[in-house]
């Protein structure tokens, strides 16, 4: 059977022109897909059942067994964390959300160790962006800033910039002026019409040299701006301000190099000095598929996108205090809940070690670094390969996952619904 | 009137405690007030050893010490108005929130944002602060407003943030981005700094070390003599990414760029 217009579940560009066919639950051909969507819809080795860590190693439990010794570990905790919720659906992230309240815990997602700056800076100056549409159809100036969609998002080019026909630019190649940022070569700099190699953590000193040029005080700018000459920063303000519809995109080489959110601040207030002479946006390149879902559901719910504390019954954010990662590292939490997440293979080793100290349960599809930190790993559906539900692409728009196969497994949202019915004694959200 | 609070000894040492209810004016209805240890609420004698000298009639004469492991109490003296808090050790984060007067003294280090959108009073840290010394909370327009906060150590990064009013004075180092979006009052820093008044809008921002990574948009306007130093000290103006109307003052024998 072969399924049309299926959405790739893997990074925030949520492609949904997948062409998918099955036979029974087994998928066994992506067209239109990336290198990487080819990877998430055929390589999905999963656990055949829920495992429990013993003395003698790992052995098999009943999700019944898993998710009543889950809600008691979640129930006698007195700082537990609820991390992960990037790579599942928003309906699961609701839930979530819902037990952080119910047990007083940190809620926490993947936002935290990529483009959590972006929020905090975007919580400060706003955000001048839109849709990825309208930047397809507009935009003849495009900024990749300190990221590689090449590898990172490798249809990002071809669906909406580079090579992307669009109304207003119907000869993309010719017309798009391509600008990208970086710290070293990358397959995304050979394709560009202007490589801007500035030196590890020149990032804030550049942009704003670029705000200054802008703002027509060039005359204080030393010759050579972190490894920038001075010509280049000009020529790039003046491409930027004689075009008709610019973008910048950019990625974690902005939001996790030294200065953080300022660096994106500092972007942002570019884009903004930019719009006094032309239309200019910024955007994030979200990596998660599903991590702006897990930003607009936290946001709905508690107020806030992110690290969200209920110790106390009410809603409480401050990253560097509530981020998963310093709740670890300060060895706070006493329990964690990873769900949909991988942090075992990307946080820093002192909050890593921690998961590894205390009672850590893993729900995801597919075995990974954190299981061999936790205590339990609980199985269940992918989002967007057995599973449907809402996400939001990295613009902002909600896209609804498709259910392709049926290979057996609970819904995530499933498994927390009845965790939640555990701890309450009642009815789940 | 003295009162002692001495921590105990505790299951969970690495639990937060958050304490805002430790300022001198509560305690002139007595100790029985509530804290929060993780997600349960505790009573102040759950978690302390409370002793009680003497008596007091108006906060003003409350002086509260704080002794033992400190270290992880946070939001001590948050909203404080008047009297005294004394901290042998180090203290936990946000301590002194929003306060607008008295006198906090820290004879050991303290956590992150120390003094954040301090309206008044008196803050003294004798050891090291943490990141976020004197600031805001995340996207308030305006930090610090008025009192004094003083460091004999170092600051972490980010001290001063959105400084608006007030004085801050670093006795030691700091860390990335010292005055960062400043938009008034002063800041003085005896040691290192990098990157110093990103984006300042105002106020004054003097530099006695050497500052690392001194960033492109600020202009040089002149010299100055620091008379009571003795020291010549190089003026910038900026942050001319935007307004630029902030004063940066630097050791004319310490720039870096």
């Given at each position: 059977m072969i399924e049309q217009d299926v959405v790739c579940p893997f990074c925030g560009c949520l492609c949904d022109d997948l062409e998918i066919e099955t036979d029974g639950a087994r998928i066994v051909r992506v067209k239109n897909g990336c290198s990487l969507a080819e990877a998430t819809f055929m390589n999905d080795t999963r656990l055949p059942a829920p495992i429990r860590r013993t003395e003698a190693g790992w052995e098999e439990i009943s999700y019944d067994e898993a998710i009543s010794e889950t809600a008691e570990i979640l129930r006698e905790a007195d700082r537990p964390l609820l991390y992960g919720w990037s790579s599942t659906h928003g309906e699961t992230q609701s839930i979530g959300v819902h037990i952080a309240e119910l047990i007083g815990a940190v809620i926490d997602n993947t936002s935290t160790v990529c483009h959590g700056p972006s929020i905090l800076a975007i919580q400060e100056v706003g955000h001048p962006g839109c849709t990825l549409g309208q930047v397809k159809n507009r935009a003849d100036v495009i900024i990749y800033w300190g990221c590689n969609p090449v590898e990172a998002h490798p249809r990002h080019m071809s669906r909406y910039t580079t090579f992307a026909t669009g109304f207003?630019?119907?000869?993309a190649q010719r017309e798009r002026t391509v600008i990208v940022v970086d710290t070293r070569r990358t397959d995304t700099t050979n394709i560009a019409d202007e490589f801007v190699q500035i030196e590890h953590g020149g990032d804030y000193a550049v942009l704003s040299a670029l705000r200054a040029i802008v703002r027509g005080k060039a005359h204080v700018i030393p010759a050579s701006v972190a490894g920038v000459a001075k010509e280049q920063l000009v020529r790039i303000a003046e491409i930027c301000k004689n075009a008709k519809f610019g973008a910048i995109f950019f990625g974690l080489g902005l939001t996790m190099s030294r200065g953080k959110y300022k660096n994106v601040r500092n972007a942002i207030e570019l884009t903004d000095e930019l719009s006094r002479h032309t239309k200019f946006v910024i955007s994030p390149l979200r990596g998660h598929g599903n991590v702006y879902g897990s930003n607009e559901v936290f946001t709905w719910m508690t107020g806030y996108p992110f690290a969200v504390d209920f110790a106390r019954g009410i809603a409480f954010y401050n990253p560097g205090e509530t981020t998963a990662v310093d709740i670890l590292r300060r060895g706070e939490c006493d329990a964690a809940l990873i769900v949909a997440s991988d942090p075992g293979a990307n946080f820093p080793r002192a909050a890593a070690a921690h998961l590894a100290k205390i009672p850590t349960v893993v729900i995801d599809p597919h075995v990974n670094a954190t299981t061999a930190l936790s205590r339990i790993h609980i199985p269940c559906t992918a989002a967007g390969i057995d599973a449907a539900g809402t996400a939001y692409r990295m613009d902002g728009i909600p896209i609804r996952l498709k259910k392709v196969i049926d290979r057996g497994y609970p819904d995530d949202a499933e498994i927390l619904r009845k965790i939640y019915d555990r701890l309450d004694g009642g009815m789940g959200p | 009137m003295r009162v002692i609070l001495e921590s105990k000894v505790r299951k969970k040492p690495s639990l937060p405690i958050e304490a805002e209810a430790i300022i001198p004016r509560n305690f002139l209805k007595g100790t029985d007030l509530v804290v929060f240890e993780g997600n349960k609420e505790r009573t102040l004698s759950e978690l302390f050893w409370i002793f009680v000298e003497g008596t007091a009639v108006s906060p003003e004469n409350i002086e509260v010490v704080l002794k033992g492991d400190t270290s992880r109490i946070k939001r001590v003296g948050e909203y404080m108005d008047t009297g005294t808090i004394l901290i042998e050790g180090d203290i936990g984060m946000h301590c002194g929130n929003f306060m607008s007067g008295g006198t906090i003294e820290i004879r050991g280090s303290a956590d992150a944002w120390l003094g954040r959108e301090m309206r008044g009073g008196t803050i003294v840290c004798r050891g090291n602060a943490g990141h976020y010394c004197a600031t805001g909370y995340r996207g308030e327009k305006k930090g610090m407003q008025g009192g004094t906060v003083e460091v004999f150590g170092n600051a972490g990064d980010f001290c001063a943030e959105y400084l608006a009013g007030g004085t801050v004075h670093i006795h030691g180092h700091t860390g990335d981005f010292p005055g960062v979006e400043m938009r008034g009052g002063e800041l003085l820093i005896e040691g290192d700094a990098t990157?110093?008044?990103?984006?300042?809008?105002n106020g004054s921002c003097v530099i006695l070390g050497t500052v690392h990574d001194?960033?492109?948009t600020f202009e040089k306007s002149g010299t100055h003599l620091l008379p009571e130093r003795n020291l010549e000290m190089d003026v910038y103006t900026g942050d001319?990414?935007?307004?630029?109307k902030g004063t940066m003052m630097v050791a004319s024998r310490a720039l870096r760029r």
């Open positions: 207003f630019v119907p000869e | 990157r110093p008044c990103g984006n300042m809008k001194l960033l492109p001319v990414a935007n307004r630029g």
